[in-house]
């Protein structure tokens, strides 16, 4: 039985109830799983990519990932190189996950089904007052009875193992974080590039990677260099307002702007940066034109 104390109030917990949010607690995740792995798939297919049903495995489905953005750089190398390795961190950190919360909450579990109480409460002196004595953990908001049984022949010797293996995973946990925010980053400049901010930044807080990865599936590749040169041709050397899509060209603004897009093409105001252009585009007017023309007329 497991009993929660909270705001001087104590409330038994049945095990339908410890079922529902399992369940619950467990939809958003595996359905947002399900459509990463389907955008993935998607993408991969259209690359003919032999490998792309790897991308429903867990933890491989990042090796799919890096080959879909091999050509982008992390540190100085191209993710294409490094899928490998980022797949082998990425199953590391998950084994290491895996193994430290099996190790730490089994006997919760284990103790539970044979009917042992459990106590969870953030109330130190009240869980003490009601004979539990606490559970090894650092948070000590879990509670055990006396009759609670540990499988463990030394567990003085297992929360040593429990405790590397935490700090270990830590490490890798932190790689596994840089990893595949890095490969989600360039993943969205290539296929949504006019919002891979914002697709970045919603998958980092909010989680929602999944649906935006499913959102891509469709879309073709993009050079993020060539859809800034577009942008940039398509309003032109000087912003926004002088280029074709900008309010003063020949759909602008009523006559006034008719008239300031004909003096524009005439003379074109300077850019700020027009010294540092090529020099073989530009045409400077000639300091010492006036003599080179006496000279061709013979004078």
């Not at 949010?21 to 399900?34: H, K, W």
């Not at 942008?231 to 008239?259: A, E, F, K, L």
């Not at 897009?261 to 034109?289: C, I, L």
Request: proline fraction near 6%.
């Amino acid at each position: 039985m497991i009993t929660i104390f909270s705001e001087g109030f104590a409330h038994e917990v049945s095990p339908s109830m410890i079922l529902t949010v399992l369940i619950v607690s467990l939809i958003v995740p595996v359905a947002f799983y399900v459509l990463r792995s389907i955008g993935l798939y998607k993408l991969a297919k259209r690359k003919n990519f032999k490998f792309a049903i790897m991308a429903f495995i867990p933890c491989v489905w990042i090796y799919v990932a890096c080959r879909l953005v091999a050509e982008s750089k992390f540190f100085g190398t191209t993710i294409g190189k490094l899928a490998i390795v980022f797949t082998i961190v990425f199953a590391v950190a998950e084994l290491l996950t895996l193994t430290y919360q099996f190790l730490l909450y089994f006997p919760l579990v284990g103790n539970y089904f044979m009917g042992r109480e459990i106590f969870i409460s953030t109330d130190v002196e009240y869980a003490a007052s009601q004979g539990f004595k606490p559970f090894w953990t650092d948070d000590n908001q879990i509670w055990i009875s006396e009759s609670f049984v540990y499988p463990y022949k030394d567990i003085y010797k297992m929360v040593k193992i429990i405790n590397g293996l935490y700090y270990v995973s830590m490490i890798f946990d932190l790689a596994y974080m840089v990893i595949e925010l890095t490969v989600l980053y360039n993943l969205f400049r290539k296929y949504w590039p006019q919002r891979h901010v914002l697709a970045f930044v919603m998958s980092v807080f909010l989680g929602l990677s999944g649906p935006f990865i499913f959102a891509i599936r469709n879309k073709q590749p993009i050079n993020y260099i060539d859809y800034l040169r577009s942008r940039y041709n398509s309003y032109g050397p000087y912003g926004p307002y002088y280029g074709p899509r900008g309010p003063y060209n020949n759909n602008g603004y009523g006559q006034s702007g008719s008239q300031y897009n004909q003096q524009y093409q005439q003379t074109p105001p300077k850019g700020p940066f027009d010294e540092y252009a090529d020099k073989s585009e530009r045409v400077p007017d000639e300091p010492f034109g006036q003599y080179n023309q006496k000279d061709k007329d013979g004078e």
